[in-house]
């Protein structure tokens, strides 16, 4: 490289850090606007969410017939909850940070269908309880309608789970768990229902080596009875296998009780808040939840990001 260019270079990058520190500098009314600044995502407490279309989140969504056709479309309410917070992020179906809001599983596994999930009101009621946690980064990988054998490494749900997970941690930033709602495919087939715990210990064995974090926790809800007409003949079998799961830092909670929707097997708007907020119980059960070491924020006036 010549010497002229390599200058030319040192010239944009030292004007590129000269502005983005200025952005830093000024009132906080500006951190949105400079938010594609790496520093904002270094320490990014960051959680995978992962499972079925609950955890994706159909929460509003009925079916219309629009234009002679029958559609599934979400009713658009976003309760106090679940409302997008500066402090709270998600990775989009580009493998970008942006700012969080419902439906968050949009563009993964839905468009139109997607509706209220448990992300959210999870990321809100974490940082109502603790409002030193940092900026919480929501990576929403939930699919719909896979079976377990979807998440096993190799499959494509397993395997983009990885990949997003890698690319989001690109810029830095911690992993701090893993929620997890499935288990519905499984009632379904004998085969499903009696091969799940099997199979969960495998997740969870080849997803902490895939992301180099053996002790990552995983926030396991066990999975609700159908309502009628709705039937998992194998629900029993499931729910004994999530049940009997005893691994170290998987937490476990029991979702019966939640409401359903008109649709019989997904979970209402409010539901989902309720949902979203036992996430966060059990995250915060963790003992030592906060493990940060290194805050970056105490190097910035405190009211930057509140
Ligand atoms: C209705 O559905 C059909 C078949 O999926 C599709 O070809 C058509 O474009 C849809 N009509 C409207 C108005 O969306
Ligand atoms: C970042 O800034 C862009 C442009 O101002 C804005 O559209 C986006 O919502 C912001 N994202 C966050 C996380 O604040
Ligand atoms: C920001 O992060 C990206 C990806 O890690 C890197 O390529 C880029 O050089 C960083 N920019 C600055 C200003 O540090
Ligand atoms: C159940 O498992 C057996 C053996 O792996 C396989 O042959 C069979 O096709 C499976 N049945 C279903 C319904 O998946
Ligand atoms: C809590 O600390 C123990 C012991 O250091 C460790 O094994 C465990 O993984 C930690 N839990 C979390 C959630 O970081
Ligand atoms: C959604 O959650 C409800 C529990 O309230 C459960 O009965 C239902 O089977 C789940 N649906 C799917 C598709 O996983
Ligand atoms: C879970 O496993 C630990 C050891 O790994 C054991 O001490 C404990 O009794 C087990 N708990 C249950 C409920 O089986």
């Given at each position: 490289m010549s010497k002229h260019k390599s200058d030319e270079i040192i010239l944009v990058l030292t004007f590129l850090l000269l502005v983005s520190n200025l952005c830093w500098l000024m009132s906080p009314k500006r951190v949105k606007e400079c938010n594609t600044t790496n520093s904002s995502k270094k320490n990014v407490q960051i959680f995978l969410l992962a499972g079925q279309s609950n955890m994706s989140g159909r929460g509003g969504i009925s079916r219309k017939i629009v234009r002679g056709n029958v559609t599934d479309i979400w009713d658009g309410f976003v309760p106090q909850e679940c409302k997008p917070n500066r402090k709270i992020i998600r990775f989009n179906a580009d493998q970008k940070w942006e700012e969080a809001h419902e439906p968050l599983n949009y563009g993964m596994d839905c468009f139109e269908r997607c509706g209220v999930g448990p992300g959210m009101a999870f990321a809100n009621e974490v940082l109502k309880r603790d409002s030193n946690f940092g900026v919480i980064?929501?990576?929403p990988c939930a699919r719909g309608g896979t079976g377990l054998y979807r998440w096993i490494r190799g499959s494509y749900a397993y395997d983009d789970?990885?990949?997003?997970?890698?690319?989001?941690?690109?810029?830095?930033?911690?992993?701090?768990?893993l929620l997890w709602y499935h288990g519905e495919g499984d009632t379904r087939t004998i085969n499903g229902s009696s091969s799940y715990k099997a199979?969960?210990?495998?997740?969870?064995?080849?997803?902490?080596?895939?992301?180099?974090?053996?002790?990552?926790?995983?926030?396991?809800?066990?999975?609700?009875?159908?309502?009628?007409?709705?039937?998992?003949?194998?629900?029993?079998?499931?729910?004994?296998?999530?049940?009997?799961?005893?691994?170290?830092?998987?937490?476990?909670?029991?979702?019966e009780g939640l409401e359903i929707g008109s649709d019989g097997i997904h979970l209402t708007t409010p539901a989902q808040v309720q949902l979203g907020h036992m996430y966060a119980n059990a995250f915060l059960s963790l003992k030592n939840f906060t493990s940060s070491t290194f805050s970056f924020y105490k190097f910035f006036p405190s009211n930057i990001f509140s």
């Open positions: 980064g929501l990576v789970l990885i990949k997003r997970a890698k690319f989001a941690l690109k810029d830095g930033g911690t992993i701090r768990g199979k969960f210990e495998k997740f969870v064995h080849d997803l902490r080596i895939d992301l180099n974090s053996p002790n990552l926790p995983i926030l396991l809800a066990v999975l609700p009875y159908p309502k009628k007409p709705f039937e998992g003949p194998y629900i029993e079998v499931v729910r004994a296998a999530q049940l009997g799961i005893n691994i170290s830092n998987v937490i476990k909670f029991d979702a």
